[in-house]
């Protein structure tokens, strides 16, 4: 009796997964279908700053405190950047405290204020469109996150300040760095 129940779980068991064989890989196959989609990018032409202009002061008198306006074609300091058309850019310009002599004997204080700054996002020239299209007013210290590329692929900032020297300002040719740096922002 023992061998015809083991027979007969045998018989059962061998059933059970001839069913399940068949329940899964029997039958018509169904239709299918394959599409192909593509992953796409589009590189954005380099990043490039240049300083086309050094911030010039001139001639600089003790005790006297001298501005240079931003606007001055001849004078502001003056950065361009080239990229990609309507990329949103961010900026940052590490401006000096002072300026020094070349020997560091001296230095002259160096102020930049909240509206020492321009930018142009239609390249032109300083002096004959402030306030025009694509000029925005800037604090130096703090330029806006919305700033863009033009529409040329150039976008360039005018730099102005104020030198403030002492009374007893040694005699000399001072400078100091301004550092500008840029970089795409994704938007």
Same mark, same amino acid.
């Given at each position: 009796?023992?061998?015809?129940?083991?027979?007969?779980?045998?018989?059962?068991?061998?059933?059970?997964?001839?069913?399940?064989?068949?329940?899964?890989?029997?039958?018509?196959?169904?239709?299918?279908?394959?599409? &192909?989609?593509?992953?796409?990018?589009?590189?954005?032409?380099?990043?490039? *700053?240049?300083?086309?202009?050094?911030?010039?002061?001139?001639? &600089?008198?003790?005790? *006297?405190?001298?501005?240079?306006?931003?606007?001055?074609?001849?004078?502001?300091?003056?950065?361009?950047?080239?990229?990609a058309t309507s990329?949103?850019?961010?900026?940052?310009?590490?401006?000096?405290?002072?300026?020094?002599?070349?020997?560091?004997?001296?230095?002259?204080?160096?102020?930049?204020?909240?509206?020492?700054?321009?930018?142009?996002?239609?390249?032109?020239?300083?002096?004959?469109?402030?306030?025009?299209?694509?000029?925005?007013?800037?604090?130096?210290?703090?330029?806006?996150?919305?700033?863009?590329?033009?529409?040329?692929?150039?976008?360039?900032?005018?730099?102005?300040?104020?030198?403030?020297?002492a009374v007893n300002?040694?005699?000399?040719?001072?400078?100091?760095?301004?550092?500008?740096? *840029?970089?795409?922002?994704?938007?």
């Amino acid at each position: 009796m023992r061998s015809n129940q083991k027979k007969l779980n045998l018989r059962s068991a061998l059933a059970l997964l001839i069913m399940v064989v068949m329940l899964f890989s029997g039958g018509p196959a169904s239709a299918q279908d394959v599409a &192909v989609g593509q992953a796409i990018a589009d590189v954005l032409a380099s990043l490039a *700053v240049t300083s086309a202009q050094d911030l010039d002061f001139g001639n &600089v008198f003790q005790g *006297v405190a001298k501005t240079q306006d931003q606007t001055s074609d001849a004078f502001s300091g003056i950065f361009n950047i080239v990229g990609a058309t309507s990329a949103g850019i961010n900026i940052y310009m590490g401006l000096p405290a002072y300026l020094a002599l070349a020997d560091g004997s001296d230095r002259l204080t160096i102020a930049f204020g909240t509206t020492d700054g321009t930018i142009d996002t239609n390249n032109t020239s300083p002096s004959t469109v402030v306030g025009g299209d694509g000029w925005v007013d800037i604090d130096p210290n703090n330029i806006p996150a919305a700033t863009v590329i033009g529409l040329a692929g150039q976008t360039n900032i005018y730099l102005g300040g104020r030198v403030i020297p002492a009374v007893n300002q040694k005699a000399g040719a001072y400078a100091g760095d301004v550092i500008v740096t *840029v970089a795409y922002n994704g938007t």
